[in-house]
């Protein structure tokens, strides 16, 4: 279970990392090209110019340390998925306004920076979405609520 | 990181006891059935926390949002789960998911937002309003943490003042949650001078 703000890695093939019900926050997954190890942060704003509270509050810290903990792991080659960052409330005022549309562009700036492709996204729209990244098989899946699990993004057993 | 005195969450407490005890009141002239309300709990929680204080962050349920401008800024935050949502629009005589049960559950929250934020305003002599309500269903985590995020820029802890409302002889439940900004917290602690 990734909760708000938090990460976790994995590379055991019978784990599976879960941020259950993702609004306006967004779900980076990242993955080894070849081999399956993954990541998951749970990342809940867009930018902060120092850190503080959990490490994956804010998606310029974010990205990085769950980079590093992959890498830890033994990645070399990273990609990624992208889930959530939807627009929960439409209030016309711009307080809190599409904080997961700037999100969404936050964590796609810093994956482009330090060069990694989003191979699939559900971001974006009004729905929660609960976002699982199983190790077996590297697959990714989204679910909205009372829907059924998609999965966005998986490779075949080599 | 602020940290409160029991002293201060008890004068919170009872902020909330009295803001819910007159939404419960307009709820049972609404519905022209007594309401029962539980003893309201005031805690801070880091934000993780806070997102699973409010039940299964993957059930659903549907969420009234009401943005509270003015001398504080805070949320009020009315959660329905689905089953207590059908029995509520059934009393009220409207089609639960319909249009018509949406809007309707609207303005229940909008009431008693309402009643809730003007007898904190009376209490502490601030002048508070609340905006017009949003409604929506989605998974109570994606609610929650939605509601939080918007004032997380600079904290890392919520001060949640949850009360329960239960429409007597009914299974219905419904849970209020009013969500301060800490400058916001300040602000009614200093009125009722324990800043």
């Known amino acids: 279970m990734v909760r708000m703000g938090e990460l976790a890695v994995s590379a055991s093939a019978d784990e599976v990392l879960v941020s259950i019900g993702l609004g306006s926050c967004i779900g980076v997954a990242l993955f080894d090209v070849r081999r399956p190890i993954v990541g998951l942060a749970h990342v809940m704003l867009p930018a902060a110019e120092a850190p503080s509270g959990p490490v994956a509050k804010f998606a310029n810290f974010a990205v990085p340390a769950l980079v590093e903990e992959v890498k830890e792991l033994g990645a070399t080659r990273l990609e990624a998925v992208l889930v959530g960052g939807a627009q929960m409330f439409s209030f016309s005022r711009e307080d809190g306004a599409n904080i997961g549309a700037r999100n969404d562009g936050a964590v796609r700036e810093e994956l482009d920076r330090l060069r990694i492709p989003v191979r699939a996204a559900a971001t974006g729209g009004s729905r929660g979405r609960t976002v699982r990244v199983y190790v077996d098989g590297v697959r990714v899946t989204a679910r909205e609520v009372a829907g059924a699990e998609q999965q966005l993004y998986g490779r075949e057993a080599p | 990181m602020p940290q409160y005195t ?72 009315l959660l329905f789960p689905p089953e207590d949502e059908r029995i509520l629009s059934t009393l009220l005589g409207v089609e639960p998911g319909t249009e018509d049960g949406c809007s309707a559950l609207g303005e229940i929250g909008n009431i008693l937002g309402c009643s809730y934020v003007n007898s904190l305003a009376e209490m502490t002599g601030l002048s508070i309003e609340p905006r017009p309500p949003v409604t929506v269903a989605d998974m109570v985590g994606a609610i929650m943490s939605s509601v939080l995020a918007v004032r997380a820029d600079s904290t890392n802890l919520a001060l949640l003042m949850d009360s329960r409302l239960m429409v007597e002889g009914q299974a219905c439940e419904l849970t209020f949650l009013l969500l301060p900004s800490l400058e916001g917290i300040d602000e009614l602690l200093g009125r009722l001078g324990l800043g």
């Open chain 2, 6 to 77: 029991d002293l201060q969450l008890d004068a919170l407490r009872e902020l909330a006891n009295i803001g819910s005890g007159n939404a419960g009141t307009a709820l049972s002239a609404m519905l022209g059935q007594p309401v029962d309300i539980s003893v309201p709990a005031a805690s801070t929680l880091p934000l993780a926390d806070a997102v699973e204080a409010a039940g299964d962050p993957e059930s659903p349920a549907t969420g009234v949002v009401l943005p509270i401008c003015g001398d504080i800024e805070a949320t009020v935050l």
